[in-house]
């Protein structure tokens, strides 16, 4: 794996705005200017720049789309205690028939998965297992962060080593996961997840596209970081994939507060939780054949040749409309889905058009199609 990791303090990481013991992203603090979002997407479009060279200004929520947020924790927050502790009794299961090590290390993809990760974590240790959390980078089409890798390899073995993520999409991170994690160490990655809806997880909560509350917020509740970044004249080979504090948000801040919710609930489970039978992975090919076919008639009906434009799944489909420039939104339903709320707000908020096609989204509640920029 390379010569020894060397003690750096920049190496060492940070928790951003979550206590110490819950996680250590692996990211090296970094500055960059600001790329409007405009000039941004016409440079990644364009093939000119990959997105992960650049990084627009994280817009801030308003008063209205917190109480959005608010109101999706009312169900979201008791359904995500539960998805997460059948992880937790997967996980556990796994190591007690040894197909995992019982040093269970958690990689949370930077940024999504990390609030996820942190409970992971909490659960983990409260049902007394020894487990150790991580927040690591990984980007599309250039892998997962090698010198972060690298140093979790030699701090923890590398067959307890679980990589967390929030959702899936299309299944294009769970694609460069198993490339990546291939070439790093030659074993196939074990990703869990919350919701699975392309059926690309080995372990997930369930495989609706349901409304995780964090979701749908950004920085403010994964840390007061950005997305990860990777320039060469930022961050050296030897360096992490760097990050930008959120500074901007800190009076808004809800990762811990978000996290320490969830866990109250967490500690009041007791016995064993009834899973989602279509978290068995043996449903996962259906779901995945359901998704496939939607992606391609969305691609076919709206003639998209580049895949990357189109962004699957309520929490996709929301940071889309967030970050990018979104042509318009296609939802299973329009009306009367109280998952849809915030998503709807932002696009009347912006003048995003919004078109009912259940004949198209599949598995998916809402489907993000980014404005070609030629």
């Not at 068995?280 to 709206?302: N, S």
Request: net charge neutral.
């Amino acid at each position: 794996m390379g010569a020894p990791f060397r003690h750096d303090p920049a190496l060492e990481g940070t928790s951003g705005s979550y206590a110490p013991e819950d996680v250590r992203f692996l990211l090296s603090r970094v500055k960059v200017e600001p790329t409007p979002i405009a000039e941004k997407e016409r440079r990644i479009q364009s093939g000119e720049t990959h997105y992960s060279e650049m990084i627009s200004e994280e817009r801030r929520p308003d008063a209205s789309y917190l109480e959005l947020f608010e109101n999706a924790c009312v169900p979201g927050i008791p359904r995500l205690a539960t998805e997460i502790r059948a992880l937790t009794e997967r996980l556990i299961r796994l190591a007690g028939a040894g197909r995992l090590n019982p040093q269970i290390t958690l990689c949370s993809l930077v940024r999504a998965g990390v609030p996820y990760g942190v409970l992971l974590r909490r659960d983990l240790r409260r049902l007394g297992a020894d487990v150790a959390h991580f927040g690591v980078s990984i980007i599309r089409d250039r892998g997962l962060d090698p010198v972060a890798m690298r140093r979790v390899i030699e701090e923890r073995p590398v067959d307890g080593i679980i990589f967390v993520d929030g959702w899936t999409g299309k299944g294009a991170i769970a694609s460069e996961l198993e490339r990546s994690w291939g070439e790093i160490s030659g074993l196939s990655p074990i990703l869990a997840v919350v919701a699975d809806p392309c059926g690309r997880a080995a372990l997930c909560g369930s495989r609706d596209d349901w409304l995780i509350p964090s979701g749908i917020l950004g920085g403010n509740v994964s840390g007061l970081i950005s997305r990860s970044v990777l320039r060469p004249d930022l961050t050296g080979p030897d360096a992490f994939h760097g990050y930008v504090p959120l500074d901007h948000l800190t009076d808004i801040d809800l990762s811990r507060s978000f996290v320490d919710r969830v866990d109250a609930l967490l500690e009041r489970i007791t016995g064993p939780v009834s899973s989602d039978p279509d978290a068995a992975p043996w449903e996962a090919g259906r779901f995945r054949a359901a998704a496939e076919t939607a992606v391609e008639r969305i691609a076919e009906r709206y003639r998209i040749a580049n895949m990357n434009r189109i962004k699957p799944g309520i929490a996709e489909a929301t940071r889309a409309v967030l970050r990018r420039r979104p042509d318009h939104v296609l939802v299973r339903s329009g009306s009367g889905d109280p998952d849809l709320a915030a998503l709807l707000h932002l696009c009347a908020q912006d003048g995003v058009p919004v078109v009912e096609a259940p004949e198209l989204t599949g598995p998916y509640r809402a489907v993000t199609l980014i404005r070609r920029t030629s």
